[in-house]
């Protein structure tokens, strides 16, 4: 990846995530930006954003950082606030919530776009988070 794709990744998910109401940015000691600002971190954040779809683990981010898995689990987990699959996690359901808000695609492309094999996982995991089907969610 180019820096400059890298760069506008990151100027992208930082406006997603501000207009994201339930997107929660700590403060820079701790959260997406100090994620950003750490160069191990960086990295898995822009694989993550990069390739959201992709079958992501903690041993797969770990092996791209050049890091080992429990080692990279604990500093990610420090620096960002949650541990790296708990962060891909909130991060699908946010991209999956403004998916839904433009109301371009139908929930099983939607469940493909941010990782999920099937329109049913997809519609358990959103319910959930958000507290509601992506159906409902979407009206």
Do not use: N, Q
């Not at 501000?18 to 940015?25: A, P």
């Not at 094999?117 to 319910?127: D, N, V």
Request: aromatic share 8%.
């Amino acid at each position: 990846m180019t820096e400059f794709v890298v760069v506008r990744l990151m100027e992208l998910l930082l406006v997603g995530l501000l207009r994201d109401e339930t997107f929660e940015v700590k403060a820079p000691s701790s959260g997406l930006l100090a994620g950003l600002a750490d160069p191990v971190i960086a990295r898995a954040l822009a694989a993550l954003h990069g390739d959201i779809a992709r079958p992501w683990t903690t041993s797969v981010l770990a092996r791209l950082c050049g890091t080992c898995r429990s080692g990279f689990s604990t500093h990610f987990k420090r620096v960002v606030g949650v541990a790296p699959m708990t962060y891909l996690h909130r991060w699908r359901m946010a991209v999956a919530r403004d998916e839904l808000r433009k109301g371009r695609l139908a929930i099983g492309e939607i469940a493909l776009l941010v990782g999920f094999r099937s329109g049913s996982a997809f519609s358990t995991a959103f319910s959930r988070v958000v507290g509601c089907s992506p159906t409902r969610f979407a009206a």
